[in-house]
C-alpha cells in the first residue's frame, strides 16, 4: 500500500498571517485541500494521513468533507518541528496498522501544486531503490555566508540538488531512522533527507522535482502560486 503523510503541523510564522498558511484560501479553497487532491487523484494512493496543528483538526477535516477528499483516514497531533511530525504521523501510522513495508510519501502540507508524475515516480523509485527524494538541480551560483550579509566563499553549484517533498521511504525504514536519531540525540533535522544523511549509511535516490512544486514560506511565494494556479488551474490533473 501506498500513503501519503501531509506535515501541517507548522503555525507559518513566516507569512505573518493571523491564519496558518496552510489554512489560507486560493481560488476559493485551502491550500492545504489543493495538496491532499493532488493524492485523492492519484490511482495509487490508498490513504491519506495529516499530521496537524494543534486547534485545527476540526477545520481540516470539515474541509475534507465539504471538497470530497475521502482518502484521508487519519488525522494526527503535530509536533514542535519538522522532526517530531514525522514522527508523530509514523508512529500513528504503525499502531494504525500500517506495514513496515508500505509506502510513505512524506509531503508539505504548502506545496499545493504536486503533479501526479512526481507521485508516480516517487512510488516507482521508492520501490525500485528505497529511498525517493524529490528535487531539482541548482541553477544560482551560491554563496556561503555566516552572518547573510556578507560572503568571501562561492560552493560549486554541480554538485547540489534543491530539495522538495515527496519524500518517500518504506515505513520500516523511516522509524528505523527516527528511533535511531532519538538514540543518537538527533531532534531537529530539516527534512526526512537531511535526517538519513546525518545518519549516514543510507543511498537516496533523486526523482525529478519541478520548479512549479513552490513550497509556500512568504506572502511572495502566495502570490507565485496564485499566478500558477491562473495558468494551470487544476494542478493535479496533470
Ligand atoms: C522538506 C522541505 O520541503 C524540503 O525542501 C523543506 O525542508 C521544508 O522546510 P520547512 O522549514 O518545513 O518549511
Given at each position: 500500500?501506498?500513503?501519503?503523510?501531509?506535515?501541517?503541523?507548522?503555525?507559518?510564522?513566516?507569512?505573518?498571517?493571523?491564519?496558518?498558511?496552510?489554512?489560507?484560501?486560493?481560488?476559493?479553497?485551502?491550500?492545504?485541500?489543493?495538496?491532499?487532491?493532488?493524492?485523492?487523484?492519484?490511482?495509487?494512493?490508498?490513504?491519506?494521513?495529516?499530521?496537524?496543528?494543534?486547534?485545527?483538526?476540526?477545520?481540516?477535516?470539515?474541509?475534507?468533507?465539504?471538497?470530497?477528499?475521502?482518502?484521508?483516514?487519519?488525522?494526527?497531533?503535530?509536533?514542535?518541528?519538522?522532526?517530531?511530525?514525522?514522527?508523530?504521523?509514523?508512529?500513528?501510522?504503525?499502531?494504525?496498522?500500517?506495514?513496515?513495508?508500505?509506502?510513505?510519501l512524506v509531503h508539505d502540507?504548502?506545496?499545493?501544486?504536486?503533479?501526479q508524475d512526481i507521485i508516480?515516480?516517487?512510488?516507482?523509485?521508492?520501490?525500485?531503490?528505497?529511498?525517493?527524494?524529490?528535487?531539482?538541480?541548482?541553477?544560482?551560483?551560491?554563496?556561503?555566508?555566516?552572518?547573510?550579509?556578507?560572503?568571501?566563499?562561492?560552493?560549486?553549484?554541480?554538485?547540489?540538488?534543491?530539495?522538495?517533498?515527496?519524500?518517500?521511504?518504506?515505513?520500516?525504514?523511516?522509524?528505523?531512522?527516527?528511533?535511531?536519531?532519538?538514540?543518537?540525540?538527533?531532534?531537529?533535522?530539516?527534512?526526512?533527507?537531511?535526517?538519513?544523511?546525518?545518519?549516514?549509511?543510507?543511498?537516496?535516490?533523486?526523482?525529478?522535482?519541478?520548479?512549479?512544486?513552490?513550497?509556500?514560506?512568504?506572502?511572495?511565494?502566495?502570490?507565485?502560486?496564485?499566478?500558477?494556479?491562473?495558468?494551470?488551474?487544476?494542478?493535479?490533473?496533470?
Open positions: 500500500m501506498n500513503y501519503a503523510l501531509i506535515i501541517a503541523g507548522g503555525s507559518g510564522n513566516r507569512m505573518g498571517q493571523d491564519i496558518p498558511k496552510q489554512f489560507m484560501h486560493v481560488d476559493n479553497c485551502p491550500i492545504i485541500i489543493h495538496t491532499l487532491m493532488a493524492f485523492q487523484k492519484h490511482p495509487d494512493i490508498q490513504g491519506i494521513a495529516v499530521v496537524c496543528l494543534a486547534g485545527w483538526e476540526t477545520v481540516l477535516q470539515s474541509y475534507a468533507n465539504q471538497f470530497n477528499i475521502t482518502k484521508l483516514k487519519w488525522i494526527f497531533p503535530g509536533g514542535n518541528n519538522g522532526q517530531e511530525s514525522i514522527h508523530n504521523g509514523i508512529y500513528g501510522l504503525k499502531e494504525a496498522g500500517c506495514s513496515d513495508d508500505d509506502l510513505i502540507a504548502v506545496r499545493p501544486l504536486l503533479s508516480s515516480s516517487n512510488i516507482a523509485i521508492c520501490q525500485k531503490y528505497g529511498y525517493a527524494i524529490t528535487g531539482i538541480k541548482c541553477r544560482e551560483a551560491i554563496l556561503e555566508s555566516e552572518d547573510g550579509f556578507t560572503s568571501t566563499t562561492s560552493i560549486p553549484r554541480d554538485k547540489l540538488i534543491r530539495t522538495q517533498t515527496p519524500q518517500t521511504f518504506r515505513l520500516g525504514n523511516l522509524i528505523a531512522a527516527h528511533e535511531e536519531a532519538m538514540a543518537k540525540g538527533i531532534t531537529n533535522s530539516v527534512a526526512s533527507c537531511t535526517l538519513m544523511a546525518e545518519l549516514g549509511g543510507r543511498q537516496m535516490h533523486v526523482v525529478p522535482g519541478s520548479e512549479k512544486n513552490i513550497k509556500i514560506t512568504t506572502i511572495e511565494d502566495l502570490e507565485i502560486l496564485k499566478a500558477l494556479m491562473k495558468v494551470q488551474p487544476e494542478s493535479w490533473l496533470k
